[in-house]
């Protein structure tokens, strides 16, 4: 089993191989938001035009939630820095590019650069992390879906990826939302309500085209996202040394997909130097490759994908998955798992298991 390192041992040799253009700003990529705020645009004024092509109206429907999830990913490059370092700049375009999702660019900040950078795969500090055995014993609703059929759980979260990132930005809201100072936490609301008053407003104008224009799109958006978030970490160890490099998994698309995607299948490059823009990954990718080729986590998309479907979404510690109902247990990335043969080993529960949660230290028993 190798040995975790810190996120600060990879950046520090990275430094010294990489070129220094790379860890500047590329404003150029704010061009992006020509054609994107284009298609959403004309999309929406298209529907509204539209009276019974259905058909019609589901395609633009279905182009503009891509042009949602693409903002998605050029607002989470902007809100890094990597795009633009002006404050008010960087937080209007990160409004603007999260806005479909009514998430505001203070909200992200908190959640995701401090809390999931700082505290990647911590079962209990990074708020994107998955649930343990500790959990299930402790949730009815984890009890409930685990007692389905696996092929019948897997297609449940499957589907609700088409919701799941816009519902967790909410759940962000109300558990980070308090945790401000109250004149930032009136901005913080405010964030989230301005997008959702201008939905109601168009929900209002188009009244019945509002599924084609704003909902269908949300539904797309959402999972496209999420087809990517999902294999960020999940398949990937809890560790409680923050190492990239064990806890982050990248993934590989065709090259126009990635061009279209603003690179986001470079998770593990993302997470060793998150405020690089993702322009640079690539070169990224080859100098981590050649220093630490044993250490590094990639495959297709497609795959990882159903590996996902494979495998449940509980850890029973560290280092392995957990079906609890029927007591499979699966290895993950680095730890024995193989996405072209996943295999599950019968291993019984006691009481003990999952009590002490995976990744905090044990308590201090002098």
Same mark, same amino acid.
């Given at each position: 089993?190798?040995?975790?390192?810190?996120?600060?041992?990879?950046?520090?040799?990275?430094?010294?191989?990489?070129?220094?253009?790379?860890?500047?700003?590329?404003?150029?990529?704010?061009?992006?938001?020509?054609?994107?705020?284009?298609?959403?645009?004309?999309?929406?004024? =298209?529907?509204?035009?539209?009276?019974?092509?259905?058909?019609?109206?589901?395609?633009?429907?279905?182009?503009?939630?891509?042009?949602?999830?693409?903002?998605?990913?050029?607002?989470?490059?902007?809100?890094?820095?990597?795009?633009?370092?002006?404050?008010?700049?960087?937080?209007?375009?990160?409004?603007?590019?999260? =806005?479909?999702?009514?998430?505001?660019?203070?909200?992200?900040?908190?959640?995701?650069?401090?809390?999931?950078?700082?505290?990647?795969?911590?079962?209990?500090?990074?708020?994107?992390?998955?649930?343990?055995?500790?959990?299930?014993?402790?949730?009815?609703?984890?009890? #409930?879906?685990?007692?389905?059929?696996?092929?019948?759980?897997?297609?449940?979260?499957?589907?609700?990826?088409?919701?799941?990132?816009?519902?967790?930005?909410?759940?962000?809201?109300?558990?980070?939302?308090?945790?401000?100072?109250?004149?930032?936490?009136?901005?913080?609301?405010?964030?989230?309500?301005?997008?959702?008053?201008?939905?109601?407003?168009?929900?209002?104008?188009?009244?019945?085209?509002?599924?084609?224009?704003?909902?269908?799109?949300?539904?797309?958006?959402?999972?496209?996202?999420?087809?990517?978030? =999902?294999?960020?970490?999940?398949?990937?160890?809890?560790?409680?040394?923050?190492?990239?490099?064990?806890?982050?998994?990248?993934?590989?698309?065709?090259?126009?997909?990635?061009? #279209?995607?603003?690179?986001?299948?470079?998770?593990?490059?993302?997470?060793?130097?998150?405020?690089?823009?993702?322009?640079?990954?690539?070169?990224?990718?080859?100098?981590?490759?050649? #220093?630490?080729?044993?250490?590094?986590?990639?495959?297709?998309?497609?795959?990882?994908?159903?590996?996902?479907?494979?495998?449940?979404? #509980?850890?029973?510690?560290?280092?392995?998955?957990?079906?609890?109902?029927?007591?499979?247990?699966?290895?993950?990335?680095?730890?024995?798992?193989?996405?072209?043969?996943?295999?599950?080993?019968?291993?019984?529960?006691?009481?003990?298991?999952?009590?002490?949660?995976?990744?905090?230290?044990?308590?201090?028993?002098?």
């Amino acid at each position: 089993m190798q040995t975790l390192l810190h996120l600060r041992e990879y950046t520090r040799i990275l430094k010294r191989e990489l070129p220094e253009e790379v860890f500047k700003p590329v404003p150029s990529r704010l061009l992006w938001l020509i054609p994107h705020l284009a298609v959403i645009g004309f999309g929406i004024a =298209a529907i509204a035009a539209l009276e019974q092509n259905t058909w019609a109206k589901l395609a633009i429907g279905i182009l503009i939630g891509h042009s949602f999830a693409c903002l998605g990913f050029l607002g989470h490059e902007v809100l890094h820095g990597s795009v633009v370092r002006a404050p008010w700049l960087r937080d209007a375009v990160g409004a603007i590019c999260f =806005a479909p999702f009514f998430l505001g660019p203070k909200l992200w900040r908190k959640w995701h650069n401090v809390e999931h950078h700082g505290h990647t795969q911590s079962d209990d500090e990074d708020p994107d992390a998955m649930g343990t055995l500790e959990d299930f014993r402790e949730r009815k609703s984890l009890q #409930l879906l685990y007692r389905i059929a696996p092929v019948l759980r897997s297609f449940f979260t499957f589907a609700a990826f088409s919701v799941w990132f816009s519902f967790h930005s909410f759940m962000m809201l109300l558990r980070f939302a308090p945790e401000f100072p109250a004149r930032e936490r009136r901005v913080v609301t405010a964030q989230f309500l301005l997008p959702a008053s201008g939905a109601v407003l168009l929900a209002a104008w188009l009244r019945g085209d509002f599924l084609y224009a704003f909902v269908l799109p949300l539904l797309v958006a959402n999972f496209i996202v999420m087809s990517y978030i =999902a294999t960020n970490h999940l398949l990937n160890p809890l560790t409680p040394t923050n190492d990239p490099l064990a806890n982050s998994l990248t993934v590989t698309v065709p090259r126009w997909v990635d061009t #279209l995607h603003f690179h986001f299948s470079h998770h593990t490059e993302h997470h060793i130097f998150p405020a690089v823009n993702p322009k640079y990954a690539p070169q990224i990718k080859a100098a981590v490759k050649r #220093l630490w080729p044993e250490r590094y986590n990639e495959m297709p998309h497609w795959k990882a994908l159903l590996t996902l479907w494979r495998t449940p979404r #509980l850890y029973r510690d560290n280092t392995s998955l957990i079906d609890p109902v029927r007591e499979l247990t699966y290895p993950v990335l680095g730890h024995g798992l193989s996405p072209d043969r996943v295999v599950a080993q019968r291993r019984p529960l006691s009481l003990s298991d999952g009590q002490q949660s995976p990744s905090r230290p044990p308590a201090d028993s002098t």
